[in-house]
Structures are given as C-alpha cells and as structure tokens.
C-alpha cells in the first residue's frame, strides 16, 4: 500500500514561473488537504476538498489552486512562484466521514525553493 | 476557534531521561486531540490520539499523553529517551469539519 504519494520531492523555481505539485492516495479517502512547514510555525492549511469536484481554502490560500477531479488525485498549482513560498508541503488525507477525531496520513513532502 | 500552543520549540534530554513535551489546547467543544511526529526529512506520522474514550493515551513507541480538562493541557511523556526518539514534535487539533490545526512544534534532541 502506497498511502499518500508526492512529487516531485526537491525543486527549485525561479520567481514567476508557475508549477504543480502532485499529490495521489490510494486509500480511497475522500479528505485530502495541502499544508505547508515554515520554521517555527508548524503546518498551515492552504487548501482542502472533502470530496471530487469541492475544495475551499484554508489559513493560507493566496497564491496557490487546487482542484478535484477524482478521489485518487489532488495537486496544487503554484500560478507565479514567489519566494515567500520557498516551503516544505505536505498532502494529507483522511477518512472524513470518520469525524474530527480521524487522523491523517501524510505524504513525504516537496522541498520547494523560489529564487 | 480552536487552536494549541506548544511550550518550548526545542526540548534537550539525555539518553535515559524522563521526555516531557507540552501542549495547551484552546477549544469551546470538547476536543479532539493529536501528537505527531516527525524524523528528519519525513512526513508526519500519528503518535497518538484523544477522542474522549481514555484520559491517559498510549501511543507507539513507547509514548503516552493525558488529557486534563481543567489545565487544557494534552502533554506528551515517555519514561525513558532514545536517541531514535530524537524529532520534531506536533500537537494538533481536530476541528468539526476533519481539519487539524498544528501547533508550532518541538525539536527534541537527546544527549548521549
């Protein structure tokens, strides 16, 4: 069993290119959500869905995309890298209906650097 | 809103002490309340969880958390350090929509 499955694991942009991060579960959860880890301010949700077809933002949306078109899938598309989003990013995904005491796998994480 | 504050960002202990890592919870519903960890250059994993059945939880590796409603706290212990213990830390949150909310975390070093 795979779990939640990232790549790329390392990249390097240059400010105002755009790329996507990949992010697939084969655990047929419905849950799945983007975080990212800056030192010292533990994980921030960007982005989540609940289910294929819905997402909504998190603390931290602004300047990424999501969207989900199959439960298996959730990538997140940075549209004009900027070095504020030099990060670590995490994909995780949980059993929602589960409730708020279901605990989520994650991913290894995307080392992303914007030069 | 619901949120947790970690007390320490880094938590140095000798090889065989007593690892005390502390979490206060903020949260006007009970909680649902998680310790993560995470090794160098890995995703997080689930040490343990609170779901309101147990207040004293164990979870792997040797690791256990008591829930205390009158100090909002959820403190993580074990008895005894290994330097394969050594890691980043995260307290969270469950909140009602299945969205957890991490606290900042704690580096735990352990000394020879």
């Known amino acids: 069993n795979a779990g939640v499955t990232q790549t790329p694991k390392f990249q390097v942009l240059k400010t105002g290119q755009s790329m996507t991060l990949q992010c697939a579960q084969d655990m047929n959860h419905e849950y799945m959500s983007w975080y990212r880890q800056d030192p010292g301010m533990g994980l921030r949700l960007i982005h989540y869905?609940?289910?294929?077809?819905?997402?909504d933002q998190g603390e931290v949306p602004n300047g990424y995309n999501v969207s989900r078109s199959t439960t298996e899938d959730f990538p997140l598309r940075l549209l004009s890298a900027a070095p504020s989003q030099t990060s670590v990013y995490f994909c995780?995904?949980?059993?929602?209906?589960?409730?708020?005491?279901?605990?989520?796998?994650f991913g290894q994480g995307t080392r992303l650097t914007v030069v | 809103a619901q949120s947790v504050t970690q007390l320490g960002s880094h938590v140095s202990v000798s090889e065989g002490a007593l690892v005390l890592l502390r979490c206060n919870y903020s949260?006007?519903?009970?909680?649902?309340l998680f310790w993560y960890v995470q090794y160098p250059n890995q995703g997080l994993q689930l040490l343990l969880k609170?779901?309101?059945?147990?207040?004293l939880v164990k979870g792997i590796n040797g690791f256990e958390a008591e829930f205390k409603k009158s100090e909002t706290s959820f403190h993580l212990t074990k008895p005894s350090a290994h330097m394969s213990d050594a890691a980043e830390y995260f307290c969270a949150v469950g909140s009602s929509a299945s969205k957890i909310i991490f606290g900042s975390g704690t580096r735990l070093s352990i000394r020879p």
């Open positions: 609170y779901t309101s059945a147990a207040t």
């Open positions: 869905s609940v289910g294929a077809g819905i997402t």
């Open positions: 995780a995904s949980s059993y929602t209906p589960g409730g708020p005491g279901t605990e989520a796998f």
């Open positions: 949260s006007s519903v009970p909680p649902y």
